[in-house]
Nanobody, 121 residues
Framework: QVQLVESGGGLVQAGGSLRLSCAAS????????MAWLRQAPGKERELVAA????????YCADSVKGRFTISRDYTKNTMYLQMNSLKPEDTAVYYC??????????????WGQGTQVTVSS
């Protein structure tokens, strides 16, 4: 059974940092691209960052470029999103994604349950 379990969300002040983790199981982690999506109330879903199955290619949305870093650890079957210099507009539910293709969407194979990130001003 495929499981993607996010952790690390919470409440932080603007300018602060959080690190999200996504623990993967039930599929061959090294063969899937991974990604983080977010959705804020009343806003469209946004692809925040993606990383290829090999880890050699990464993507970050312009809105987070220079502040967020995506990475993956094959020994732990875990993906991370390091979020620095957080802004109130980063407030959203963040979802972990596993995808057999590029991880760039618009469709994805597996979703986590989501973790709330709230940035106070």
């Amino acid at each position: 059974q495929v499981q993607l379990v996010e952790s690390g969300g919470g409440l932080v002040q603007a300018g602060g940092s959080l690190r999200l983790s996504c623990a993967a199981s039930g599929f061959t982690f090294s063969r899937y691209a991974m990604a983080w999506l977010r959705q804020a109330p009343g806003k469209e879903r946004e692809l925040v960052a993606a990383i290829s199955w090999s880890g050699e290619m990464t993507y970050c949305a312009d809105s987070v470029k220079g502040r967020f870093t995506i990475s993956r650890d094959y020994t732990k079957n875990t993906m991370y999103l390091q979020m620095n210099s957080l802004k109130p507009e980063d407030t959203a539910v963040y979802y972990c994604i596993a995808d057999q293709h590029s991880g760039m969407g618009p469709e994805y194979d597996y979703w986590g349950q989501g973790t709330q990130v709230t940035v106070s001003s």
